[in-house]
């Protein structure tokens, strides 16, 4: 089992920015692909980003594009994501996922671990 603890979230101004972590430990052996998902009040769940083993694929949706950066350091088994330019409409509650087939597909149904969530809270 693979266990994953997110940090690094907050409250932030609009046009701010913050940098997401997640720590994985457990059965780390293995070729994961890694990512984050979203839950904003009301709305279901959505994909931001996702990082395959290697570094050399990512992903983002195109609501994040051009703003948020995904990378990992798998010596840490750890991900990041670094927002930038945050607006109010990024407030979610973030979730670190991994996926064993490292494949990194932007859907929930593809990752087999979850996080418990960091809350961002964007103020405009």
């Known amino acids: 089992q693979v266990q994953l603890v997110e940090s690094g979230g907050g409250l932030v101004q609009a046009g701010g920015s913050l940098r997401l972590s997640c720590a994985a430990s457990g059965r780390t052996a293995g070729y994961y692909a890694m990512g984050w998902f979203r839950q904003a009040p009301g709305k279901e769940r959505e994909f931001v980003a996702a990082i395959r083993w290697s570094g050399s694929r990512t992903s983002y949706a195109a609501a994040v594009k051009g703003r948020f950066t995904i990378s990992r350091d798998n010596a840490k088994n750890t991900v990041y994501l670094q927002m930038n330019s945050l607006q109010p409409e990024a407030t979610a509650v973030y979730y670190c996922?991994?996926?064993?087939?490292?494949?990194?597909?932007?859907?929930?149904?593809?990752?087999?671990?979850w996080g418990q969530g960091t809350q961002v809270t964007v103020s405009s």
């Open positions: 996922v991994a996926d064993s087939l490292d494949l990194g597909r932007p859907k929930a149904s593809g990752y087999d671990h």
